[in-house]
């Protein structure tokens, strides 16, 4: 690669030395023509000042020529490229122009600044062109002076030579020391490039970087509220001027890019971003007729007053208006609100993005996820890039799901606890009552985004989402049921850590909570309180300070709980410690008792995995009698298990089981009575168990 790098370098200098040498032959001409050898050392003589106007005044009769056209590739360099596509490359001049848009001219001025690299001679060149032997490196002028051939090819080439041009807006080339003028900076190759364009290697995409460039996604998932016709008239009249800034509000951080680019799409001008420097931002917008983009969220200090001296249009965006009233003033200001986007909204973007899927999946994703159309186009991506690595002809709708998980998952903190659900309902041992209510919750989340929004329930409530309160004793299957219920969804589970919640400082759990409930909206999982009474519990009557405090952290609950549009569950021991005001909240309260003999028959089946050696004399019949949660049956099955392998034998006897139902009767704190086990009962001295 390197040699046809090097020979393609060649053939193109090949071109530019003719231009040097004419370049050379008109410095020439005109040195003749200026140097008197008796004079030009005191003096400018009439017959100099004569020349010289008969320069400019040729040049401005010459500045509305249209510009030359470049000459077609030589037949040399062609035979390059084919033998570079045979090898299965691509020339690095030729990928360099592609990737940055180069034109020719570009091209040939990117060459001249990298010549002195090859061979210093150029610079004793390059100070002839320029007639002043101290001015060696490549420079503005003398780019002009060869590449361009009339006065308006210079006049357009000292414009895409600046600091707005490609060249130097992407760093492909950089300015070099201090200039008195434009015509004089001195210019340098970008860090890379040089390597680069000898076949040496590198990365093309990182060659050059232009900081405020905004990149139009491959793929477009855009909301169909991005397409309204308010959206395109607030364009249109910020492209013809009759605007100068449109302030598009209500979107989350991730469609705000959207949002921009539609409202310059329909302004029919390119869309660039606000970097550190506002007033390089401003000019280069200027430069290109584009739109400028400016995110207020976050912004800790307020927009640049040159923005209202400038004339440049601007699109502001934010999750909440930002209104800055200097700004406001000075300019031409409209501004849109844009909703969430809904059922039906969310359905068309899921088809956008996944055009192959069949409608009942499209309406399975639009009601679970709420995704912003870069997370879409995140989830496209990764999902098509499963699916040409598996290699096994599975359509990319079979790794939708795991991409959504890679995605959405993950974003944990110190607040939360996340739990990939792996039980199902086979591994749940519940009523009939309750397991077809923990069903229903599933299906009742599932269908809530289409009645909701399709069928105009939402208009009679201000609740959004499903949730649901779980009660019954410890040890009951309250946590394991969220677990399962979350399984049913596909969705992850937010366990909240009320330690790292509960705050003792005035205002920073509900600042914690906000936290907790932003990141379960972010990651589309489905956020569980356990051991919700700490926070969910009755107000009291105020009689001191704390009080006080105490209660207004139930009322921003509250508020935060119905405002939520996620799937939501709380636990608790004592349903009658929960706060009326969140009862009434809730769209399911399940109840989960202690297990019946026929539940904890199947529990204590369950107890011990299928690997475990389990002995034949295990009486599950006598076992299912003891009065036992679900939870304590699993804690007595491994107390019994690691009974087991201490006393190295090799299988889990009766003897084993039954000094694990002993210590867990302990660790609850209750009577184990000998008569319960029935014949089994020495078994307790046996093990020492029974003075205890």
């Not at 490229?81 to 001025?109: C, F, H, I, K, M």
């Not at 088809?351 to 399975?364: C, G, H, Y």
Request: hydrophobic share 40%; with cysteine; net charge negative.
């Amino acid at each position: 690669m390197s040699g046809l790098a090097v020979e393609h370098l060649r053939v193109r200098m090949a071109e530019l030395h003719q231009a040097l040498r004419g370049a050379v032959a008109r410095q020439s001409e005109v040195a003749a023509l200026l140097t008197r050898p008796d004079l030009t050392p005191f003096c400018v003589t009439d017959e100099q000042v004569d020349t010289l106007l008969d320069r400019v005044d040729a040049f401005t009769e010459a500045m509305t020529e249209p510009p030359s056209t470049p000459g077609r590739d030589p037949e040399s360099e062609q035979h390059l490229r084919r033998l570079a596509a045979s090898r299965g490359v691509t020339l690095p001049l030729d990928a360099l122009a592609a990737r940055y848009g180069l034109s020719r001219v570009e091209q040939a001025a990117l060459l001249l600044v990298a010549a002195p690299e090859l061979d210093p001679g150029y610079e004793r060149v390059y100070a002839y062109v320029v007639d002043n032997l101290n001015r060696r490196a490549p420079c503005v002028e003398l780019l002009v002076t060869v590449v361009a051939d009339t006065p308006a090819d210079r006049l357009a080439l000292r414009r895409t030579l600046g600091g707005t041009g490609t060249l130097r807006r992407y760093g492909l080339l950089r300015a070099y020391g201090e200039a008195p003028t434009e015509l004089a900076q001195e210019l340098a190759l970008g860090d890379g490039v040089f390597e680069y364009l000898m076949g040496w290697g590198g990365d093309v995409g990182i060659l050059g970087q232009d900081p405020g460039e905004v990149v139009q996604p491959d793929r477009q998932v855009t909301s169909p509220y991005l397409r309204s016709e308010r959206l395109g008239r607030l364009g249109q009249a910020l492209g013809a001027g009759d605007l100068d800034v449109v302030g598009l509000w209500g979107c989350p951080p991730d469609s705000q890019l959207d949002a921009a680019q539609a409202l310059a799409a329909a302004a029919g001008r390119p869309l660039r971003r606000q970097t550190a420097d506002m007033a390089h931002d401003l000019r280069t917008a200027a430069a290109l007729g584009a739109v400028l983009w400016i995110r207020t969220d976050g912004r800790t200090t307020p927009l640049d007053e040159v923005l209202t001296r400038s004339s440049v249009p601007l699109c502001l965006t934010g999750t909440s208006p930002s209104r800055p009233h200097g700004l406001l003033a000075a300019r031409t200001y409209a501004e849109l609100t844009i909703p969430s986007p809904g059922f039906p909204e969310r359905r068309e973007m899921w088809s956008s993005a996944f055009p192959v899927l069949p409608s009942e999946a499209l309406e399975d994703f639009a009601a679970r996820y709420r995704m912003s159309g870069g997370e879409l186009r995140a989830v496209a991506a990764v999902a098509d890039a499963d699916a040409r690595l598996s290699g096994n002809g599975h359509p990319v709708t079979e790794h939708v799901e795991p991409a959504i998980a890679t995605v959405a998952r993950g974003r944990t903190s110190s607040a939360v606890q996340s739990i990939l659900p792996r039980r199902t309902l086979a591994d749940l041992v519940l009523p009939d009552a309750q397991m077809g209510q923990l069903t229903e919750i599933a299906s009742a989340f599932r269908a809530w985004p289409r009645v909701a929004e399709s069928w105009g329930f939402a208009h009679k409530t201000a609740a959004g989402g499903v949730k649901a309160l779980f009660t019954g004793e410890p040890g009951t299957g309250k946590t394991m049921s969220a677990e399962v219920v979350t399984g049913i969804l596909g969705l992850e589970l937010l366990k909240v850590d009320l330690a790292q919640v509960v705050s003792k400082w005035v205002g920073e759990t509900e600042k914690n909570m906000e936290e907790v409930f932003r990141q379960a909206e972010d990651c589309h999982a489905v956020l569980l309180f356990d051991e919700a009474d700490a926070l969910f519990g009755k107000r009291g009557e105020v009689k001191q300070g704390t009080d006080r405090y105490a209660n207004l952290e139930v009322g921003y609950l509250l508020q935060r709980l119905e405002a939520s549009d996620g799937l939501i569950i709380l636990t608790s021991n004592l349903k009658e410690n929960i706060d009326p005001a969140f009862t009434r909240r809730f769209h399911f309260v399940v109840h989960f008792p202690r297990p019946g003999v026929a539940e904890r028959r199947r529990l204590w089946q369950l107890a011990f995995p299928p690997e475990a050696p389990l002995a034949a004399d295990v009486d599950l019949e006598t076992l299912c009698r003891l009065d036992m949660t679900g939870a304590g049956i699993t804690s007595a099955a491994r107390s019994a298990a690691l009974s087991a392998a201490d006393s190295d034998s090799s299988a889990i006897g009766m003897r084993h089981v039954v000094r694990g139902v002993s210590r867990q009767f302990h660790r609850e704190a209750r009577l184990f009575r000998p008569a319960e086990l029935g014949r089994y009962a020495e078994l307790l001295a046996d093990n020492g168990e029974r003075d205890a």
